[in-house]
């Protein structure tokens, strides 16, 4: 069995082509969607700002063999957030991805000197 590593993909988009019932969902529920909502999971968390409504972004935990890299998780997050956009009626364009592997990420820890 390969070596799994946890990803975490930040997937960045532009709305396009919204329709008018789209635009006014998206509007209404735009407060749960803010700041507070911006968490990773695998099922991926949608944040955008509501003025302008140009851009979004979603989050997701990405679990894959390590030797498929980080290009195979970022494939799999832009796939999960085209499935979920189309699904819930959004027009989207230039996906483009930020991944770090929790895996390889280093931590700088302040020494007790430090603190």
């Known amino acids: 069995m390969s070596e799994q590593h946890t990803y975490r993909v930040i997937v960045r988009g532009t709305w396009d082509g919204l329709t008018e019932e789209a635009r006014t969902r998206l509007l209404a529920e735009a407060a749960d969607h803010g700041m507070a909502s911006m968490r ?3 099922e ?6 509501p003025a302008p409504l140009k851009h979004f972004s979603m989050r997701y935990v990405v679990v ?6 980080e290009e195979m998780a970022a494939a799999l997050a832009e796939d999960r957030a085209e499935t ?5 009626g959004y ?16 931590i700088n820890r302040k020494s007790a000197s430090r603190r």
Do not use: H, I, Q, W
């Open 84 to 88: 979920a956009l189309r699904g819930l």
């Open 40 to 42: 990773f999971s695998e």
């Open 91 to 106: 027009g989207f364009r230039d996906l483009r991805s930020t991944v770090t592997d929790l895996d390889t990420m280093k």
């Open 64 to 69: 894959s063999d390590a030797a498929d890299g």
């Open 44 to 49: 991926g968390s949608l944040s955008y700002e």
